[in-house]
C-alpha cells in the first residue's frame, strides 16, 4: 500500500502575481539530455529533469527555483525563454 510523502521540498517563481501571460499554444514535449522543452508560441519552458545543485540560474531570468530538507541552496527547477 502506498503512503503519501511528507514534503519537503519549498518552491518559489520569479514572476509578479496578475502580471499578464502571453497566449500559449504548446507542442509536444521534447527531451534532450537532462531538460525537457515545451515550444508555446512566444515561449519555451524548460523543465531541468536531473537538478544540478550547484545551480540557481539568473536572478533576472524567469524561473522557479526550490529548496528541500537537506538542500538549503536553491537549486533551478524550471525557467521560461522568451523567443
Known sequence: MLEPRKSSVEAKGS???GSEVPALTPAAPITEHSVTSIDAGE???LVNRVLDLGTQGSEDSAALRGTWAG???T???ASLSQH
Open 71 to 73: 538542500q538549503e541552496a
Open 43 to 45: 515561449l519555451t519552458l
Open 75 to 77: 537549486v533551478l527547477l
Open 15 to 17: 514572476g509578479t502575481p
